[in-house]
């Protein structure tokens, strides 16, 4: 069974920091990328980050570039998020995400409150 579990998250003051992780099990982690999503209120999910299998490629949307670091660890299973220079626009519930055969599957979200 597909299973990614996170942690990390909660309220901090603009400016400050956050990482998020989200540990997996149930695949053969090392072959996939993992993604990172988040949802704000009233707001459609959008793609935040992602990483690729051997952990060498990355993505970010233009909104955190320069902020946010997305890094894993295969022999760990674990992918992390720093997330630095918070603003209230960050404030989401974020999930992460690893597509499979087809289907996607989710982390439970962790709420991340930005407070100006």
């Known amino acids: 069974e597909v299973q990614l579990v996170q942690s990390g998250g909660g309220l901090v003051q603009a400016g400050g920091s956050l990482r998020l992780s989200c540990a997996a099990s149930?695949?053969?982690?090392?072959?996939?990328?993992i993604g990172w999503f988040r949802q704000a209120p009233g707001k459609e999910r959008e793609g935040v980050s992602c990483?690729?299998?051997?952990?060498?490629?990355?993505y970010y949307t233009d909104s955190v570039k320069g902020r946010f670091t997305i890094s894993r660890d295969n022999a760990k299973k674990t992918v992390w998020l720093q997330m630095n220079s918070l603003k209230p626009e960050d404030t989401a519930v974020y999930s992460c995400?690893?597509?499979?055969?087809?289907?996607?599957?989710w982390g439970k979200g962790t709420l991340v409150t930005v407070s100006s």
């Open positions: 149930g695949f053969a982690f090392d072959d996939f990328a």
């Open positions: 995400n690893v597509l499979q055969r087809g289907i996607n599957y």
């Open positions: 990483v690729n299998s051997a952990g060498y490629t990355t």
